[in-house]
């Protein structure tokens, strides 16, 4: 797929070309190109029967589901605005964005109508719809036949019309909503396809939560403009990625470090079958050693790909013929994208220099929602400033060190937390390390280790010296170590670092110091 194809263009475009081709496989079955652009089609006149128009949004509570990529397609259909809501939120969470961006529309999924009673209280102009049979609820096939007879127009999205909106984790004040354009979503599979040699014949597993763009748009949009098959598990879980991997030909994946944990530590990961498996993507957090060695182990190209929601998220990637020569970087810069590495004061650096990574391109959203003043300090001159401290060398190749304000300033020394976290990470008794600052009013900040011990094992902070010495500079060195039973986690397995400084000032629940 060379071309930026509209969104509005890729169902019917493989509904006449490959009909009987499969779209999607869920556990509900296999869905054909030509019935799924048909579903989606009555799905829209369902939508506009329901009183919605271009520019609305329409938003959805569930797990990964046949009906969610559905509801997307018919928002690109009608120019409104898709809206997925974060299952793992709790419902306060879901009344903000609601307030914040009121939908015309709300799918809520069985697992979620009882904890979405209130909210139907809280906002009576909203048409709730339930994905499955309930009392009082309006269900999905109710809904479906009162559009039955509605007259569609041709599709008119222009390429600046907002499809996506996902609101950010939130982890540093008020959830903030990301506006992502037709034109955006397109573009982003056009880098997909470039990153992937993504084609037709692919058959791509998704197994994180479309609610984030890294689940919806790394493949699984762009598969669906490439005519591949999406083969789309409500959750992740081990057992069925592996016998998704086994079993149904998958060809392409997203797995994010957190995942990869899990399935090297099961006993199939030595002798599953991956032959048909032609590459692993990876990202949402810096990829640690262990992980990339071990799917290099199995033959297995890894690919990190870096962005956010705030560029689709692919701005950033490394291709399989280069997965193995430049192990530890993150990749060029996306076909159709640019990219910077700023100062302080907003210069360019040269290449080696460590600074504030700025992206620009077509992939990149268009705003916060109803939010200027925040658009306007992310975006300069079209420059979405990520808050990401990397640095290119002269191949153009991008290492990320870590988030700018994740960065700890010790006795005048920047220290990375990325680099510490690395050689951590290879120490035999440590599951998992992050490695956080704290406010010192005679260093400036100290670094804390926040560890999680392998079952059997524990630590104390001279056998994290013993380890490092020789692997780091000593002022690199964690002051502090912290022993938790678990990080705390996004829904996409980022470590909550905000949790964890407030953790370290506080002292507990385990804090031992030099």
């Not at 938003?59 to 969610?68: I, V």
Request: net charge neutral.
């Amino acid at each position: 797929m060379n071309a930026c194809f509209p969104v509005v263009d890729w169902l019917p475009r493989h509904a006449s070309e490959r009909p009987e081709k499969i779209a999607l496989v869920t556990p509900a079955g296999a869905v054909s190109y030509a019935e799924f652009h048909a579903r989606v089609e009555a799905l829209a006149q369902a939508l506009v029967a329901a009183g919605v128009r271009p520019g609305d949004a329409v938003a959805q509570l569930s797990w990964n589901s046949e009906s969610t990529l559905l509801i997307f397609f018919a928002c690109a259909r009608l120019a409104a605005i898709f809206m997925p809501l974060n299952w793992r939120l709790a419902p306060p969470e879901h009344r903000d964005m609601l307030a914040d961006c009121t939908p015309r529309v709300c799918f809520v999924a069985g697992p979620f109508l009882d904890q979405s009673e209130n909210l139907r209280r809280d906002f009576p102009r909203i048409v709730f719809v339930a994905e499955v049979p309930r009392a009082t609820w309006l269900d999905r096939d109710t809904f479906l036949a009162r559009g039955a007879n509605q007259p569609l127009a041709p599709p008119r999205a222009a390429p600046e019309a907002p499809l996506l909106i996902c609101y950010t984790s939130g982890s540093t004040g008020k959830p903030k909503g990301v506006l992502l354009t037709q034109d955006a979503l397109a573009w982003n599979a056009v880098n997909s396809a470039d990153m992937h040699a993504l084609c037709s014949q692919d058959v791509i597993l998704t197994t994180l939560p479309l609610f984030h763009v890294g689940g919806l748009n790394i493949q699984t949009t762009p598969a669906l403009a490439a005519g591949a098959t999406v083969v789309l598990h409500p959750k992740f879980e081990v057992e069925a990625t592996f016998d998704a991997l086994e079993g149904q030909g998958i060809t392409l994946t997203v797995l994010v470090p957190a995942q990869l944990d899990m399935m090297m530590a099961s006993p199939r990961w030595r002798g599953a079958d991956l032959s048909r498996l032609r590459a692993i993507t990876t990202g949402s957090t810096i990829v640690p050693d262990r992980v990339t060695t071990g799917v290099q182990a199995r033959g297995i190209p890894l690919l990190p790909v870096y962005g956010a929601t705030e560029t689709c998220p692919i701005a950033v990637y490394l291709k399989a013929a280069d997965a193995g020569r430049r192990v530890g970087s993150t990749g060029r810069v996306a076909k159709h994208g640019e990219l910077l590495v700023l100062s302080d004061s907003g210069a360019p650096l040269a290449a080696g220099q460590v600074g504030e990574i700025s992206i620009r391109g077509p992939q990149v959203m268009q705003g916060y929602w109803q939010a200027p003043e925040t658009t306007k300090a992310a975006l300069v001159e079209g420059w979405f400033r990520t808050g990401d401290l990397g640095f290119c060398d002269a191949e153009g190749f991008v290492t990320v060190v870590g988030r700018k304000k994740d960065m700890i300033i010790s006795g005048g020394e920047n220290i990375y937390p990325a680099e510490v976290e690395n050689r951590l990470a290879e120490h035999p008794a440590i599951a998992e390390v992050s490695v956080v600052g704290r406010p010192d009013p005679r260093w400036g900040e100290l670094v804390v280790a926040v560890i999680v011990p392998k079952p059997g094992h524990a630590l104390i902070l001279e056998d994290v010296h013993a380890f490092l010495e020789g692997r780091i500079a000593r002022y690199k060195f964690p002051k502090e170590v912290l022993i938790l039973p678990e990080l705390p986690k996004s829904a996409l397995g980022k470590v909550r670092k905000d949790e964890l400084r407030r953790m370290a000032e506080a002292g507990v629940p385990a804090l031992v110091q030099t």
